[in-house]
């Protein structure tokens, strides 16, 4: 199993320009989450979903981000535009697939710096 | 979810047993208490989990006792591979909808093991 994939794995970009972070996650798995780690703030939950379907935004920061899961094996974070302060690394978690407990499995994350 | 409190950094020596406490004093019925780990520039990973007693795999052994208000996760004889941030983590066992998905990661424990 190739475990959560995540693309691109490092993305420099510069102020006001539009950055599409991808995820797959691991194959038969229900939910998926999408992280930020930064050392002031540590790791927030911006949002996941069930089956496709966002369940909880709330850790979503601004109307600048947006997520979609088309798919059972696809999701995209989008930042638009991007600020300085975006930049973070992004992971990606999926879970599911009939296990006992609720442990999620983390992507390598996408380190994003805003210029 | 109930809050979690734990050291922010620890230090130790090769070959040493490394115990962190945790601290959760509202825990709910249904919680467990579920540890990650986190290596430089590798996404979390799922340790131990445990709801009572002590549970011991491969790893780690998770101590808890009887009124669950606090966890030890203990490390034995560590090695520098060990130098990580581990998360103690509260929350539902299963995937029970909203609710059930959902973890929240705190600031966790830095434990830098020296040679």
């Known amino acids: 199993d190739a475990g959560v994939i995540q693309s691109p794995r490092h993305e420099v970009t510069e102020m006001g320009q539009e950055v599409t972070l991808r995820c797959k996650p691991i194959s038969g798995h229900n939910s998926l989450f999408w992280y930020r780690q930064t050392m002031m703030r540590g790791l927030e939950l911006l949002i996941y979903f069930n089956n496709n379907v966002p369940i909880d935004d709330s850790g979503m920061p601004e109307d600048r981000f947006s997520a979609k899961m088309p798919n059972a094996s696809f999701s995209t974070l989008k930042i638009q535009p991007s600020e300085p302060r975006d930049s973070a690394v992004y992971f990606c978690?999926?879970?599911?697939?009939?296990?006992?407990?609720?442990?999620?499995?983390f992507g390598p994350g996408t380190r994003l710096t805003v210029l | 979810l109930a809050k979690t409190t734990q050291p922010i950094s620890m230090d130790s020596y090769e070959g040493q047993e490394v115990n962190i406490t945790c601290s959760h004093n509202?825990?709910?019925?249904?919680?467990?208490i579920t540890w990650y780990q986190q290596f430089p520039s590798q996404g979390p990973r799922f340790i131990i989990q445990?709801?009572?007693t002590k549970v011991t795999n491969e790893v780690a052994s998770l101590f808890i006792p009887a009124d669950r208000k606090s966890s030890t996760l203990s490390l034995p004889r560590v090695s520098l591979s060990d130098t990580a941030v581990y998360y103690c983590l509260v929350g539902e066992k299963q995937g029970l909808g909203a609710a059930g998905n959902k973890l929240t990661f705190g600031g966790g424990t830095r434990v830098l093991v020296k040679p």
């Open positions: 509202n825990i709910a019925t249904n919680d467990y």
């Open positions: 978690a999926s879970s599911g697939g009939g296990t006992s407990r609720n442990e999620q499995f």
């Open positions: 445990g709801y009572k």
